[in-house]
């Protein structure tokens, strides 16, 4: 049989040679976006583009000092109107006691980068500082008046909160025997780390506890 005399394909071989067609369309595209992702990946996947989202950010915890602080900023050490006195500073690792027999304590710091979500918070290095609260006595405290604060550098710059890593805070009431714990997230260069001091004023224990160290 010439060409020419070549019999008509029938519906049933049209069809079937229409999806060989689109079967070999559809694996050719396949193939395009999967090189085009692992171009991607090679060429700008490791790092935000401008304009959009950075990857969410890995924290890593930092071990807290156990030496005495020797550093502490004046600005930190002197004793603020609208807040307790200052009780003798300690170390990121040491416990410090309230007069009142409330325990206060440091139970980890971690580094993260944080993203600013709301008026007056700044994005960047930050420290997200984990305290808790001890009960030692026999009757239930309230910590309705607990604040606190994180200052940095020499100068004993103020930190500024972040939403980013805070949790609920300390409030309500502790029972006797009990511990409370809350985190507090602050925008911290990361070079100026060498001095940290973290304020932990509880008015009902008619002080304030300070922790001093460094944070690297």
């Known amino acids: 049989m010439t060409p020419a005399e070549k019999r008509p394909e029938t519906a049933a071989e049209v069809r079937t040679d229409a999806r060989k067609r689109r079967g070999l369309i559809a694996g050719a595209l396949a193939l395009i976006v999967v090189a085009g992702a692992a171009a991607w990946l090679l060429v700008g996947g490791a790092g935000p583009r401008e304009g959009g989202s950075a990857a969410p950010a890995v924290s890593s915890e930092i071990p807290l000092a156990t030496a ?5 900023p004046q600005t930190v050490l002197v004793d603020a109107p609208q807040l307790p006195p200052n009780l003798p500073p300690v170390a990121l690792a040491e416990p410090s006691t309230y007069g009142n027999g409330v325990d206060a304590r440091l139970v980890s710091i971690e580094a993260f980068d944080a993203r600013a979500q709301g008026p007056g918070e700044v994005s960047g290095p930050a420290l997200a500082v984990t305290v808790e609260l001890t009960n030692a006595g026999t009757d239930p405290v309230s910590l309705a008046t ?3 604060n994180l ?5 004993g710059t103020p930190a ?3 939403t980013d890593r805070t949790g609920t805070p300390l409030r309500g009431e502790l029972a ?3 511990s409370a714990r809350a985190t507090y997230a602050f925008t911290v260069p990361a070079e100026q780390r060498d001095i940290v001091a973290v304020a932990v004023s509880y008015l009902d224990g008619s002080g304030t506890a300070v922790f001093s160290g460094a944070v690297s």
């Open 176 to 178: 006797a025997g009990k």
């Open 68 to 72: 005495a602080p020797t550093d502490v």
């Open 160 to 162: 500024v909160r972040v």
């Open 151 to 155: 200052y940095f550098g020499r100068d």
């Open 146 to 148: 607990v604040a606190v």
